[in-house]
């Protein structure tokens, strides 16, 4: 029998395997349908949204019912009938329905684990990091697999790598001990609260310029690679290297925070954000991916932990952490992927993809000069700031 640790790293593994296996590529299979880059925008946007809308109606329906088990297991079993629907679509009239509801499936999965996990460690919460980067792992893993199986079979083979590690999440989930605890209580009362003080505004701006550079980096960057000649073993080869750089940023994401302070490591990834988009943006030939996705660690990692941190010290004298990592969570992963899909794609379609990454390094450049002047310092953080 398993121990609860390992079970609760095999369900952060699974989990990313599967969408590693699968999102990526899923702008690729939409080109290869024949779709606009301002349609698939429109599908790559709809999902954070109904995400960023969803999660919190899940959430307040698991507190209700107290069945937060039972509705992450109905949760995977419904999304692996979606993407099922989706061999059988070929327009984008079929395809968005489908979207929603990938969408609707998918939004209480990670906060249901996490939040089980988070009690599972008790008083050395800290840790957490350490049991995320297990999702990197899945993710890096998969995708350079993933990649090399669409190159040889076609891109219908990211679906079969998608309800292959969807399905072992059930079984996983099955021994995960999901704990019946609160993920949606008083949810915008918090939320009005926090926004009444000005430095929380300012967080909220800096990664909302963040979220979509990332945002467009995840939905255009394999179609760009794609224009470049790249094949898909070569993109699954970036997700590789973008894992590698992102497991020591999670590692030692609480020694960076203790002895920096969580400003110090949001400007220094913001930095790196900078750097890596218009490397993007001015890449010469498609293997150039490579070494630049290096930088995935310094800014996808490094930024989360830092707003984690940054949020929970600001949050933390209100006794709003909770609901302050539940709105972080909705701008980076839900609002800031909306506008990054559908005005990338926007974009996309009418400058080409040079201009849409550059116009990403710019937006980020701006948020880093505006948290560096007025962004204040908080207290430094201690393990406590990472109690969410």
Known sequence: MFSQFTVAKSAYFCYSAAMAGFTPFLT?????????????????????????????????????????????????????????????????????????????????????????????LGEQRARYGRFRLWGAVGWGAVGMLGGMLVDRWGLHNSFLTFLVFMSALFLVARQLPITPVSIGERFWQGAANLFADWQWNI????????????????????????????????????????????????????????????????????????????????????????????????TFSAMWAASVAYASELAAPRGLVATAQGLLTGVIMGLGGVIGALVGGLVLERWGAVTLFSLAGLGVLAGLLFFAIFGRSVANVSAAALKV
Not at 241 to 262: C, M
């Open 28 to 120: 690729l299979y939409y080109a290869h349908l024949g779709l606009t880059a301002s349609e698939i925008g429109l599908l790559i946007g709809i999902n954070p949204l109904i995400t960023l809308l969803a999660a919190p109606l899940w959430g307040a329906l698991a507190d209700a019912t107290r069945q937060h088990k039972r509705l992450l297991l109905l949760m995977i079993m419904g999304t692996i009938g979606i993407v099922i629907l989706f061999l059988s679509a070929t327009s984008l009239a079929q395809l968005l329905p489908i979207t929603i509801g990938f969408g609707l499936f998918t939004a209480p999965m990670m906060p249901l684990i996490d939040n089980s996990v988070l009690v599972m």
């Open 203 to 298: 967080l909220l701006l800096t990664v909302f310029s963040s979220s979509i550079a990332l945002s467009i980096i995840n939905s255009y960057l394999f179609l760009y690679v794609d224009q470049l000649g790249g094949n898909k073993t070569l993109m699954g080869y970036s997700l590789a290297v973008g894992t590698l750089s992102e497991i020591p940023s999670f590692f030692y994401a609480d020694r960076f925070l203790k002895r920096w302070g969580a400003r110090r490591v949001l400007l220094v990834a913001l930095a790196c954000q900078v750097v890596r988009v218009f490397a993007y943006a001015t890449m010469p030939a498609a293997w150039w991916i490579l070494p630049i996705s290096l930088l995935h660690g310094p």
